[in-house]
């Protein structure tokens, strides 16, 4: 278990708007309240060390670390006032432009009025604002935390819970003294992932991800100490993760899908640059502990293999200035069609079966006032079918989400640095400054698209797509999910997603030819495995 032992000790002179000089307490007893207000710029002085046995590589404290202070018996009563504190590395000291957030009160500084003279608290840890405290909840008593940077969730942090604290007055130095310690822990059922030879200056660009991995999200946190995840979201494996510059490299937070079972694992890195592949296989991981991978200088055999962005996409000329991917997503050497995948997952169905109640999104309940369970789909609902049933009415949870947040986006989880799906309004340039025609490359079959700008071409594999167990029109058509529902969000178009569809004369009765599609037909809906090709949007 990973630990951080510091002592925190908040002091703060007192001063009065009055001319008189005021008297000060001879002793801080319970009985005694505190009727001046706290000195704003308080300062915080930590002794920080390591536990020995751990293999943590934060040694010391960074700059703009966090520390936020939660009094147990103000959330128990609902009470929304926390201490939160900044680390200034240039001065050594933690302090805040203003002592506390209260508010409860009508002056910020009146918590400390009332604070306890002792009790607990909770502490956390949350590295470079990547986090920051969000709302309070008065019905559940609970903080939410809220990630600092757009879509990407929360990467990492350390805490205590029921930590004693004392407000005492300071005879000798005339102030009064706030004082916790507690030994800080990082989540014992984590794993973390140490990268070497990063400057504090690049961290920020890079992302990390691996099929076994789903990133750390401590969503928020109730009166007793309790971490809730978001996992309405953050549900599936695979996600990218920010990492935390600590000692000279990255640190990455992720729980394991499989822990101590062995797995063959590809950890994906990625910047704005380069993206970086590590296999490990045949791994066995367990949480708790902290694995060290090679600099990304070590390429080659045991180490990372590195491709630049540029050479994975081509300028088709068009006039968004966006770039198509040169491949599909998941594509090998032993798989040159890449990967299938349903709509919003980020990678292939378990045992490649491709159902409803397969599929990530969807909920097997009954659905009011219905009598019959059904499958349903409780994300991107907006007026869907029920599983099974064409132009059925909307069953499931109505979200009227029309396009795929983010953290589903299999090509931005996947590739990193800025690739994305496109929208169904993106494939429909794709298509508008290109002609089509069949193509078979390395020995594959396929259809290639060429700018009617410039003459640059991409290739689009005929991999078919998966439907229950079965793969259909392998080697006959090609089928790539758009990452939204159309292009109008009404109509059939607005209720399934769109995607691209390639046909070659022996599966189309028209003839070869290529189409936007998307209806509310059963093999149209979002847990079929289709291809997912790329865009890097500049």
């Given at each position: 278990m ?9 002091t ?6 009055s ?5 000060v ?5 319970p ?27 934060k ?10 202070i939660f009094?147990?018996s103000w ?17 050594e ?12 009160w ?6 400390y009025n009332?604070?306890p ?11 470079d ?13 609970s903080?939410?935390?809220?990630s ?6 929360t990467?990492y ?5 029921d ?9 000798e ?8 310690s ?9 794993a973390y ?15 990390f ?7 750390l999200v ?8 309790i971490?809730t ?6 549900n ?30 590809t950890f994906m890195l990625?910047s704005?640059?380069k993206?970086?592949k590590?296999f490990r296989?045949?791994?066995?991981l367990?949480?708790?502990?902290q ?8 390429t080659?055999g045991n180490?990372w ?8 996409y ?9 770039k ?24 292939p169905?378990?045992?490649l079966?491709y159902?409803?109640?397969s599929?990530?999104?969807?909920n097997?309940t ?16 907006s ?6 049933e ?7 949870v109505?979200?009227?989400k029309?396009?795929?947040?983010d ?7 996947r590739?990193?640095?800025k ?16 002609t089509?025609?069949p ?10 698209f060429?700018?009617t ?8 594999p005929?991999a078919?797509f ?12 090609a089928?790539c999910?758009?990452r ?6 009404i109509?059939?178009?607005g ?14 009765d ?8 998307g209806s509310?037909?059963h ?12 865009i890097?949007?500049?």
């Open positions: 990973k630990r951080a032992l510091f002592l925190l000790a908040l703060a002179a007192l001063f009065s708007c001319k008189e000089p005021v008297d307490p001879e002793a801080a007893t009985e005694n309240e505190v009727t001046d207000t706290i000195r704003h710029g308080a300062t915080v002085r930590f002794d920080v060390s390591l536990s020995p046995e751990t293999k943590s590589t040694t010391e404290w960074e700059d703009s670390d966090e520390i936020c009094f147990k959330m128990a009563e609902g009470k929304d006032a926390y201490l939160c504190l900044t680390y200034d590395k240039d001065y000291e933690w302090s805040s432009s203003d002592p506390a957030w209260g508010y409860d009508e002056d910020p500084m009146e918590w009332e604070l003279w002792n009790g607990t608290a909770h502490v956390f840890h949350f590295p604002h990547f986090t920051h405290v969000g709302d309070y909840d008065s019905e559940s008593h903080y939410k935390f809220v600092s940077y757009d879509d990407w969730p990467v942090y350390m805490y205590k819970k930590v004693p604290f004392k407000f005492i007055w300071d005879e130095r005339q102030e009064y003294v706030f004082s916790i507690a030994s800080l822990q990082r989540p014992d059922d984590v992932f140490f990268i070497p030879g990063v400057s504090e200056r690049d961290s920020d660009y890079y992302t991800s691996s099929y076994h991995l789903r990133p401590s969503s928020s946190m109730d009166a007793d100490g971490i995840e978001d996992l309405t979201r953050y599936q494996r695979g996600g990218r993760i920010r990492g935390v510059w600590e000692n000279g490299g990255i640190l990455f937070a992720a729980r394991l899908a499989f822990p101590g079972v062995a797995k063959d694992y990625a704005n640059e993206i970086y590590l296989n045949g791994r066995t367990v949480g708790g502990k694995y060290n991978f090679p600099a990304l200088t070590n080659g180490g293999i590195a491709n630049n962005h540029s050479d994975l081509v300028d088709m000329g068009l006039p968004s200035g966006i198509w991917g040169r491949y599909n997503v998941g594509i090998t050497p032993t798989n040159p069609r890449g990967d299938l995948i349903a709509w919003g997952q980020n990678y169905d378990d045992n079966v159902t409803v109640e599929y990530i999104y969807s097997w009954v659905y009011y006032p219905q009598t019959t369970q059904y499958w349903i789909i409780y994300k991107y609902n007026g869907g079918v029920r599983a099974g064409s132009n059925q009415g909307d069953f499931g109505l979200d009227y029309m396009e795929l947040e953290c589903d986006d299999v090509a931005r989880n590739c990193g640095g690739w994305h799906m496109p929208t169904y309004a993106q494939v429909k340039e794709l298509i508008e400054y290109t089509a025609e193509y078979t490359q390395d020995g594959v079959v396929g259809a290639r060429i700018s700008v410039n003459g640059n071409w991409i290739f689009f005929y078919g998966r439907s229950e167990q079965s793969l259909l029109g392998w080697g006959q058509m089928n999910w758009t939204s529902k159309g292009d109008s969000g109509g059939s178009l209720e399934v997603p769109g995607y691209l569809n390639i046909a070659s004369n022996y599966y189309h028209a003839g070869f030819g290529r189409w936007l599609d509310r037909a093999d149209d809906c979002p847990w079929i495995g289709r291809s997912i090709r790329p890097w949007v500049p």
